[in-house]
């Protein structure tokens, strides 16, 4: 099976068919997306709040990024598989950014890698794009400013964040960004926005006129129960079920009801 490139993505676009997308971290979850017939797999930099336990995504290395995008690839066949690079790794000199997107490339073997930011990365992602690697760009809420935004702020609001956001994304189309995550901006700034940009725009609580949707694995999984975003449906509620089946494994354990003759040699 061959897997998607960016003009599989595109063609869907074209087509008007939405792009659905939604993270992965891991070889097993991978795989389960994968053979739902995912287009997209993102190996979001949230595998800091999802999978190792940090508070935001600011303590994410490059070496987790990594790590975690090798596994994906790994588990997956069809899917086109995105790894987000992780706070400051894009930031220093853009000799230094180039080679951190390299290494996902060349050994995580992702398709293509996002960044967050708009204007301000323009330049930075027509080297990219230059040098080969498909990029992704991200506007909107971008949880790497958390601190300085001073917490996760919907987009969109005013005129003036509106023209903003436009900008940002006519400045990545122009480019070469092959696509942009637009995350939590208002859905009526969201479709104009949309509707200016000639490359797919992949929302996450940015509303319908996006050209696809992006949702953290997690949240739509239920597998995290402290935690759901508005933006987040949950299709399942895996933290309860989970937690049936471990409390059940205990008792057993517990009570030898487990194992039994079928599982031991
Ligand atoms: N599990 C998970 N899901 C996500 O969608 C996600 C992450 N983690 N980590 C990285 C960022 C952080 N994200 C967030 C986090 C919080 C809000 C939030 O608190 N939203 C408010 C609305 C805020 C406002 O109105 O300005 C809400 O009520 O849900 C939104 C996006 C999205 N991303
Ligand atoms: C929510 C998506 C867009 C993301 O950047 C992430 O999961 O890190
Ligand atoms: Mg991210």
Redesign the pocket.
């Known amino acids: 099976m061959m897997r998607n490139t960016v003009s599989d993505i595109w063609k869907l676009y074209k087509k008007g068919e939405k792009i659905a997308c939604v993270t992965a971290y891991d070889s097993t979850s991978a795989l389960l997306a994968d053979r739902a017939a995912v287009d997209l797999l993102l190996v979001g930099d949230?595998l800091g709040?999802?999978v190792l336990g940090h508070d935001t995504?600011i303590p994410v290395s490059i070496d987790d990024c990594l790590r975690h995008s090798a596994a994906v690839v790994r588990g997956s066949e069809k899917a086109l598989v995105v790894a987000d690079m992780p706070f400051m790794s894009y930031h220093g000199s853009s000799h230094e950014a180039l080679k951190n997107a390299s290494r996902f490339m060349q050994e995580s073997l992702v398709s293509a890698v996002k960044i967050e930011g708009g204007e301000e990365v323009a330049d930075l992602v027509k080297k990219m794009v230059q040098g080969g690697i498909p990029v992704m760009g991200h506007i909107g809420?971008l949880?790497q400013a958390v601190l300085v935004k001073g917490g996760?702020?919907?987009r969109g609001r005013t005129e003036e964040d509106e023209q903003q956001l436009l900008k940002d994304g006519l400045a990545l189309q122009a480019a070469g960004a092959f696509a942009i995550v637009m995350?939590?901006v208002k859905s009526d700034a969201a479709k104009r926005i949309v509707t200016a940009l000639d490359i797919p725009i992949i929302g996450?609580g940015s509303g319908l006129g996006c050209d696809g949707e992006v949702q953290?694995m997690?949240?739509i999984l239920g597998l995290?129960p402290d935690?759901i975003?508005?933006?987040?449906k949950k299709y399942l509620d895996l933290a309860e079920q989970i937690n049936g089946a471990f409390t059940q494994y205990k008792d057993d354990v517990k009570s030898d009801r487990f194992p039994t003759q079928e599982n031991w040699y």
Do not use: G, Q, W
């Not at 975003?229 to 987040?232: E, K, T, Y």
């Open positions: 949230s709040m999802t995504t809420l949880p996760y702020k919907v995350e939590c996450i953290v997690h949240d995290n935690f975003p508005r933006h987040a």
